[in-house]
């Protein structure tokens, strides 16, 4: 057994559950490394990976229909019930009880962006950031409803520090640093397909963050729970880094939310066709509401048409929810169940006789909607995919910036277009700050649009 003062306990747990394996090039190491193996097993609960490794093959759920979801309004009455969500929203806001939460600790390995995503530049024009352009649409929203709205940011231990610095830089893109707050979620060790940990270097052992659904449990631990209520939140506007044309606060989808007494809501979109990779609202046989990801639906259910021609499973997940805080508190209390992990067949990193090598193994993830069959009571709300989904997953192709960018051009012209205003032929890009129009409706009216080639709306 190696042996290293004040390490004991640590050492005989990693015997104790026959993963000594990790000890393979102990002779070699420093102290120092020795003693950062040592902390990164010291975090390690062997009871859970026992837990996951034995749930890894578990099977698909298979009993489900689709999602009722509440559709855009065409009727006059659904237009006055949208009228009335809007005004309880909008009060609810104002009335400083809704905090922003933005997830920002995934590794945006498909993007392969070196640093934290929300550092990315997203503006077509002006180049900004995703985190800048998130800022801005807080900022604005406290200056359209004359409150406070804290932000809550969520990162993990690989981009904590580098997230933390940039908003510091930045001079936290104009909103009073008392009211941002960042915190880490957990980590979870990966395994080879053995169940065995993995090395990623001599002294390290390679774990992942746990996922988005890790969000709601980093919630509590961290203490972002208490804050929030200590502030007199009771609505969490829960949002993902890599979209940035998400409606951070939304007095429509808030009203619904509060109108209806909701845990959770969620918005939905029109499946843009069957090989969207999005996953999609469902019932299931249980009569819970859920999401089934993409890759759980066979083809054919993708495919299937319902009566009216459209796709059967076609209301999609945007990743756009709204927690009751009181929910979060219950769900993640001790006697809260916990979400269920996700596991994904993947390469990697690891030391394999001394040298750098990719293995097969498993990562575990939660995921966040996974919260969405625990709850007594959600809604789902229509939104249109142009005004609110834009995302920045790939480097290239589907869901790459290209994308993004042509997507905001799209409605950055809409809006303009609506309020009776011209675009000059001349005019290739145009992008409208936060800060300028949160939604066609701040436009000006009498705004004229400069005859130039790329136009900044700020
Ligand atoms: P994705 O599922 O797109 O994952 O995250 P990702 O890590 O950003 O990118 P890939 O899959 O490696 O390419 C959706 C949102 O959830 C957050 C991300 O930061 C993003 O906002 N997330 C994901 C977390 O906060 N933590 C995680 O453990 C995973």
């Known amino acids: 057994m190696v042996t290293f003062k004040g390490y004991e306990p640590v050492i005989e747990k990693v015997y104790a559950h026959k993963q000594e394996h990790v000890f393979e090039y102990w002779n070699s190491l420093l102290e120092s490394e020795k003693k950062e193996l040592l902390d990164d097993l010291a975090g390690i609960d062997y009871d859970l990976i026992k837990q996951v490794y034995a749930h890894t093959h578990d099977g698909r759920i298979t009993d489900f229909k ?9 009727t006059a009455s659904e237009h006055e019930k949208f009228r009335q969500a809007h005004k309880a929203g909008e009060a609810h806001i104002r009335a400083g009880k809704v905090a922003a939460f933005l997830v920002a600790g995934g590794q945006g390995s498909r993007l392969g962006y070196d640093g934290p995503k929300g550092k990315f530049p997203a503006g077509p024009v002006s180049g900004k950031t995703l985190f800048h352009f998130h800022s801005e649409k ?14 809550f940011i969520m990162t993990s231990r690989d981009n904590h520090h580098e997230t933390e610095t940039f908003f510091r830089e930045q001079s936290y893109f104009g909103l009073d640093p008392v009211n941002v707050h960042f915190f880490t979620q957990n980590m979870i060790p990966s ?43 009771e609505t969490i506007s829960y949002f993902q880094v890599d979209n940035p044309l998400v409606k951070i606060i939304d007095p429509v989808f808030t009203g619904f939310h509060i109108l209806e007494s909701a845990d959770v809501s969620s918005k939905a979109l029109k ?7 999005t996953g999609v609202f469902v019932t299931f046989g249980s009569g819970s509401t859920g999401i089934v990801e993409y890759s759980d639906l066979t083809e054919e259910q993708a495919a299937m048409k319902g009566a009216d021609g459209e796709l059967f499973f076609s209301a999609a997940n945007p990743a756009i929810h709204l927690f009751s805080l009181k929910f979060i508190e219950n769900l993640t209390g001790s006697q809260g169940p916990s979400l269920p992990y996700h596991t994904a067949k993947k390469k990697i990193p690891a030391i394999i006789n001394g040298v750098p090598a990719e293995i097969n193994g498993y990562k575990y993830e939660k995921f966040v909607f996974d919260a969405l069959p625990l709850s007594k ?10 005004e609110e989904f834009a995302p920045v997953k790939n ?12 997507l905001m051009q799209g409605l950055f012209r809409k809006w303009i277009l609506s309020r009776g205003i011209k675009i000059p032929p001349s005019v290739r890009l145009i992008e409208i700050s936060p800060e300028f129009a949160l939604c066609a409706e701040d436009i000006p009216a009498d705004l004229e649009i400069p005859s130039m080639e790329k136009v900044f709306l700020e």
């Open 66 to 74: 689709p999602a009722p979801f509440i559709k855009l309004p065409s």
């Open 138 to 151: 807080i900022r604005a929203s406290q200056k359209k409803y004359g409150t406070v709205i804290p932000f």
């Open 191 to 233: 395994l080879d397909l053995k169940g065995k940990l993995i090395l990623s270097e001599k002294n390290r052992i390679f774990m992942n963050p746990d996922g988005h659904g890790g969000s709601l449990t980093a919630l509590r631990t961290s203490g972002a729970l208490a804050t929030m209520k200590h502030k007199g939140i």
């Open 271 to 277: 499946k843009a066709g069957p090989d969207e990779k």
């Open 377 to 386: 009571k959600n809604i789902l709300l229509e939104t249109p995919r142009e």
């Open 395 to 406: 480097t290239s192709g589907p869901d790459s910036i290209d994308t993004a960018h042509e």
